[in-house]
């Protein structure tokens, strides 16, 4: 399974992998009990392929922190997401060292070894084998258009650390009714 087909939903705790569309949503799949559930496109998803960390130099893809993980456990589970923050920093500072500490949160370490721990329970870190067909993909393919996608489809770069402020105000749509006389 490649980490782009494994998407992340603001608000909703866990991985889920698309299995379908409706209507007017995306169906979805939790890793964690297999139940399903539509997300509509006013939801924020991100495909966790799009998400990279702060080093204190430059960012690196969610995908090489998993693997790093791997490589500390040994392709084991890692340590409890709900273990005190003084053990979750030390064990990050282990497995990533250069991380950068002002923008990556412990919640965002939390997010992230919770997520290993449910891919690695689901058997879907294949991350090697992942690495070696998108260098595949790349030779033959250009990369897709995301323009034509609807908004649900679209996943942005997310990036653990502050939440950047909102560049404009949101906007509201007003509706106009006609009233029609009887005589």
């Known amino acids: 399974m490649k980490l782009s087909e494994i998407i992340n939903i603001s608000g909703v705790s866990g991985l889920f992998k698309t299995v379908g569309n409706s209507k007017n949503s995306i169906i979805v799949e939790s890793l964690a009990d297999k139940k399903r559930m539509p997300v509509y496109s006013t939801q924020k998803v991100n495909s966790l392929e799009n998400i990279s960390v ?14 790093k993980i791997m490589e500390k456990e040994k392709k084991g589970p890692a340590i409890d997401h709900k273990s005190e923050d003084a053990v979750l920093v030390k064990y990050f500072t282990e497995v990533l060292p250069d991380y950068d500490k002002t923008r990556v949160h412990i919640s965002d370490i939390r997010k ?42 679209q996943h942005s770069q997310q990036q653990f650390g502050p939440k950047k402020p909102r ?17």
């Open 54 to 67: 702060y080093l204190t130099d430059k960012e690196i893809p969610l995908s090489d922190v998993f693997r």
């Open 112 to 153: 992230m070894i919770m997520w290993y721990n449910i891919l690695h329970k689901a058997e879907m870190l294949d991350i090697e084998e992942e690495k070696k067909a998108e260098g595949e993909e790349a030779k033959e393919t250009l990369p897709a258009d995301n323009s034509n996608k609807p908004q649900h489809q």
């Open 167 to 183: 560049t404009h105000a949101p906007t509201t749509q007003k509706q106009t009714v006609r009233k029609t006389g009887v005589a």
